[in-house]
């Protein structure tokens, strides 16, 4: 098993940047690929980006294309997601999920095993 555990959530003005960072203890990281999702009010939970074990294979949503990077640091224990150009349209409580085993890019929340406890993002117009 694998504990999650979010970090850099905040209050951006649209236009900004902020970068999450997402803490794993428990298992060997490296054995599992790491996924962001985000949930807005009265939404459903949906993917960002993931990013596979050795970090050589990333998948996006067509919507964070170009603004959002997820990288992630097997020595350290952390996935980062990086978020630039905010609009307020990315408002949302932000999750970072675990995978263990090969990833082929599913991209539902399913597809992940564990979870963390969710940082909440919110971009002012």
């Known amino acids: 098993q694998v504990q999650l555990v979010e970090s850099g959530g905040g209050l951006v003005q649209a236009g900004g940047s902020l970068r999450l960072s997402c803490a794993a203890s428990?298992?060997?990281?490296?054995?599992?690929?790491m996924g962001w999702f985000r949930q807005a009010p009265g939404k459903e939970r949906e993917f960002v980006l993931a990013?596979?074990?050795?970090?050589?294979?990333?998948y996006y949503a067509d919507s964070v294309k170009g603004r959002f990077t997820i990288s992630r640091d097997n020595a350290k224990n952390t996935v980062y997601l990086q978020m630039n150009s905010l609009k307020p349209e990315d408002t949302a409580v932000y999750y970072c999920?675990?995978?263990?085993?090969?990833?082929?890019?599913?991209?539902?929340?399913?597809?992940?095993?564990?979870w963390g406890q969710g940082t909440q993002v919110t971009v002012s117009s």
């Open positions: 428990g298992r060997t990281f490296s054995m599992y690929a």
């Open positions: 999920a675990a995978k263990g085993g090969a990833y082929y890019g599913g991209r539902t929340p399913l597809a992940f095993d564990y």
């Open positions: 990013i596979n074990r050795s970090g050589s294979s990333t």
